[in-house]
């Protein structure tokens, strides 16, 4: 009966093992699916919905293949189609009935940006002109191509040779742009893999209940033959045997019977007798370590429970933030990048590219002293990473901005800045920058995931609206608590005033010890040239960048006085003159970031951050 039972698991193994092992070879089926996407068309772009990419669920690859280098981008649809507005691509999109296809969309004239001034009419050549860079703008297919490698627009982009490989998970509301270098024709061989949901939960407990089946088996064949032969009946009685005898080992004769040293002892066929049951055991093994993946078990452990966090909901109608996390970092790091070779080559032209505003001014004013005094001070490099928090503004067009704060972890210091895209072609810009201290708190902001709307420079949504916020601290710091806004503006924590009146003391006491008697040195704060900037908070207030232009003016109270300017190296450099009958007045820029609540609320107008440079020097006249 023993046998029967053994024979009966051996079959039951061999068929869950087979089972086991089907269900994770032939009877699988394949791992993914591919769409080829089929290109007729050549043209400089191909553009694939977000549709198409999302026809499966699960991440997507996407190869193109073509010759030479291969550029591909992702982002939002919206965006990728402003880009492309003017140039000819190929849309790959899906049809109501699920089927891809593909379009070539033909260029329209680009619209101009929300804002932004019409572009002037170009004049129409002279009789017999041959001006080949107006022929090539009266002829659009003169210009020449948009390359799209290294756009701020992208949220992420990727460039290789000959092959290219992407590993994707976008939603349907993103898009991915392919192309070449912007002038030869995007990759026609281009497909989107998914990956099939091919779990085989039962193929693991098949498997290894068949390899234990089968040790049963093999365990009751080993009883089986062990109790047939205990149960064997007695011999038949043969003929009479003669009486043994002792033998001699001793006595090497061949006549004599010799017991051969060669013979298997009981240990010898007690071992071959192990052996006989580790074979079966070893192949057991075997069968339970194939094809035993984490997708080949039911998975019995339960989802785990998300842990609660507060939930910020965006306004309905709210646009879509700027820009993500790391588009931020990206983008800032080659702001760094730039603004640092322009630094070390005194490049006013090179940080123009990537500054603008407040920041550009200042830049420019030290490479002018640097190119002048050999031991002027390098301005401090743009601060990239690691970027903290960043506050994009919830805006669909253009112009579109949004404020960062990094941490520098050689001086310990933050610093927060302000950056702004004006087109959809060209690149971020950076126009504010400020040092945080550290005892600054800044006010709660919305998740980078939805953005905050820009708060209009009149909106009266606010303490006091931003175009407001740079006069009014100018009158606070001309009047101090004379001044009729001084009780709106926090004085705890505004470490500028502090340091201008230190700074405004300092050196009045170094000039009345010299030339008290001979000249004046008076001081005062004005709103300065660039626009303000808001976003606004959770709380319904607005964090605002303002510029303040704070000025010294010398001027001489005797007829037969000058001032000379024998130490001020930076002044005399700045305003061309050693020295003048008529006085000289001094500019500094401070570029200024506040936190100005909402009407409602109990809290004052707080300084969050703030940088100050030298902008100009003339003389008076």
């Known amino acids: ?36 996407i089929s290109v007729e068309d050549e043209a400089p772009f191909l553009l694939i919905d977000g549709a198409v990419l999302n026809q499966l669920p699960g991440t997507q690859t996407l190869r193109a293949q073509g010759e030479g280098d291969i550029f591909a981008s992702y982002g939002r649809t919206a965006d990728m189609q402003a880009w492309l507005a003017g140039s000819e691509y190929s849309h790959v999109s899906v049809t109501g009935a699920g089927t891809v296809t593909t379009t070539l969309v033909e260029p329209e004239p680009a619209e101009p940006a929300e804002g932004a001034a019409a572009p002037e009419a170009t004049p129409a050549p002279a009789e017999g002109s041959t001006d080949a860079a107006t022929e090539g703008a009266a002829d659009p297919e003169a210009q020449p191509g948009r390359s799209p490698v290294g756009s701020d627009l992208w949220l992420d982009e990727f460039q290789q040779s000959d092959i290219l490989i992407a590993p994707l998970q976008l ?4 898009s991915v742009l392919i ?3 912007g002038t030869a024709p995007a990759p026609s061989a281009v497909s989107v893999t998914w ?21 049963v088996g ?32 001793a006595i090497d004769d061949p006549d004599k019977g010799v017991i051969s040293s060669g013979a298997p002892t009981r240990r010898a066929l007690t071992t071959g007798r192990r052996a006989f049951a580790v074979v079966p055991a070893v192949a057991v093994s075997a069968l339970l370590f194939a094809g035993c993946s984490s997708d080949a078990w039911p998975q019995l452990a339960p989802t785990p429970t998300p842990t609660p966090t507060e939930t910020v909901i965006a306004p309905e109608g709210q646009h879509a933030p700027a820009v993500t996390k790391a588009q931020a970092e990206r983008i800032l790091s080659r702001i760094a990048e730039t603004v640092a070779e322009a630094d070390a080559a005194l490049n006013g032209d090179l940080a123009s590219t990537r500054l603008e505003g407040a920041a550009l001014a200042a830049r420019d004013t030290n490479y002018k002293l640097r190119s002048a005094i050999a031991e002027y001070q390098v301005p401090a490099p743009i601060v990239a990473k690691p970027l903290e928090i960043i506050l994009p503004e919830a805006r669909n067009g253009w112009p579109r901005s949004v404020i960062a704060v990094a941490d520098d972890d050689e001086s310990k210091t933050s610093s927060i800045m302000l950056m702004t895209q004006h087109d959809v072609w060209s ?14 708190s800044l006010p709660k902001l919305a998740p980078a995931y939805i953005g905050a709307p820009q708060v209009e420079p009149d909106s009266p949504f606010l303490l006091l609206p931003p175009e407001q916020i740079a006069a009014a601290y100018t009158d606070v710091i001309n009047k101090g608590e004379e001044s009729e806004f001084h009780e709106l503006f926090d004085a705890e924590s505004d470490q500028l005033r ?19 008697s001979t000249g004046s040195l008076e001081f005062g704060a004005t709103p300065g040239i660039e626009a303000p900037f808001a976003l606004q908070t959770v709380e319904s207030g607005a964090i605002v960048a303002v510029n303040i232009h704070e000025l010294d003016t010398v001027k001489p109270t005797n007829a037969d006085a000058v001032i000379k300017l024998d130490n001020n190296t930076t002044v005399k450099t700045l305003s061309g003159a050693d020295q003048s009958a008529s006085g000289f007045v001094t500019t500094f820029s401070d570029q200024v970031f506040f936190y100005v609540p909402g009407p409602g609320s109990d809290e004052k107008i707080r300084l969050l951050a703030y940088s100050s440079d030298i902008l100009d020097a003339k003389v008076i006249k």
């Not at 939603?171 to 993103?174: A, G, R, V, Y």
């Not at 990956?195 to 040790?215: E, F, H, R």
């Not at 502090?498 to 008290?516: V, W």
């Open 218 to 249: 093999v365990l009751l064949y080993i009883l089986g033959i062990r109790h047939a032969r205990r149960s064997r009946g007695p011999r038949r009685k043969g003929l009479p045997v003669p009486v043994t005898e002792p033998i001699d080992i």
């Open 427 to 440: 690149d971020y810009k950076l126009s504010y920058i400020g040092s945080l201290e550290a005892s600054t």
């Open 179 to 181: 192309a070449a270098d």
């Open 171 to 174: 939603p349907d509301e993103m």
């Open 195 to 215: 990956p099939l949901q091919t779990s085989t939960p039962w193929a693991g407990p098949l498997v290894v209940g068949g390899g234990i089946l089968m040790a």
């Open 1 to 36: 009966m023993r046998f029967v039972w053994a024979v009966a698991a051996f079959v039951l193994a061999t068929v869950m093992i087979g089972a086991g092992l089907a269900q994770r070879t032939i009877f699988q089926g394949p791992r993914t699916e591919t769409t080829a």
């Open 498 to 516: 502090a340091s201008i009146a230190a700074d405004r003391q300092r050196r009045l006491d170094e000039f009345n010890a010299t030339a008290a």
